[in-house]
């Protein structure tokens, strides 16, 4: 378990940071851009939790948690026989995601538009977390290019945003009061 006593190191003064591993590395590091990137979906989701109750509000929190692992997943590199065994996002949790978005679209209306980013407040702040999660999908998509070991995160995020997404509808409504796209409304 973690231990924080001092919140300040001065490790990071010079522009470098520690992976799980100890490894030290710019802070621009894709990994560190990737696992940042994270961090802030979970950030999003936090404030997303605030206009939540309910099943929406505990299912938040497990993602929020399950955020943490794919962080710890992402800062620790692929090595052989490390000290420990690094904790990895497993495709149980990948499951846990494609059986919410399920259950939460089985009563909604299909689309047939495209929907733009808003409605009720917990609509618009899960549809920020979701574009947060996109963003960070792209960056372990990147990653994976130089560190296969984190395939079961870039599945997850991938998953996370379609969860995110149909949260939303189901929050505005169940999509009937989703805020639809018009083409050309405005030329």
């Known amino acids: 378990m973690v231990k924080l006593n001092k919140i300040y190191t ?17 802070k621009h590091d894709l990994q560190v851009a990737a696992y940042g990137t ?3 979906a979970n950030a999003a ?20 948690n399950d955020l943490f692992d794919v962080g710890a997943d992402l ?11 690094p904790l990895r996002v497993s495709a149980s949790q990948v499951e846990f995601l494609e059986a919410r978005i399920d259950e939460l679209n089985a ?3 299909s689309l047939r538009s495209f929907i733009l980013p808003g409605g009720t407040p917990l609509a618009a702040h899960l549809h920020m977390a979701r574009t947060i999660t996109r963003r960070a999908e792209r960056l372990i998509s990147q990653l994976l290019e130089v560190a296969p070991a984190h395939y079961e ?5 991938n998953r996370l945003s379609d969860l995110l997404f149909v949260a939303a509808r189901k929050a505005n409504a169940n999509g009937t009061d989703d805020v639809l796209w018009v083409p050309g409304a405005n030329r």
């Open 10 to 26: 001065r490790t990071g003064d010079k522009g470098q940071t520690g992976l799980g591993d100890g490894t030290r590395v710019p």
């Open 38 to 40: 994270v961090d802030e």
């Open 45 to 64: 989701i936090g404030l997303a939790q605030c206009y939540s109750e309910g099943d929406m509000h505990r299912l938040l929190a497990i993602l929020q």
């Open 75 to 85: 800062c620790t590199p692929e090595r052989e026989a490390p000290p420990y065994p």
């Open 107 to 109: 009563d909604m209306a």
């Open 153 to 157: 995160a870039l599945r997850y995020m």
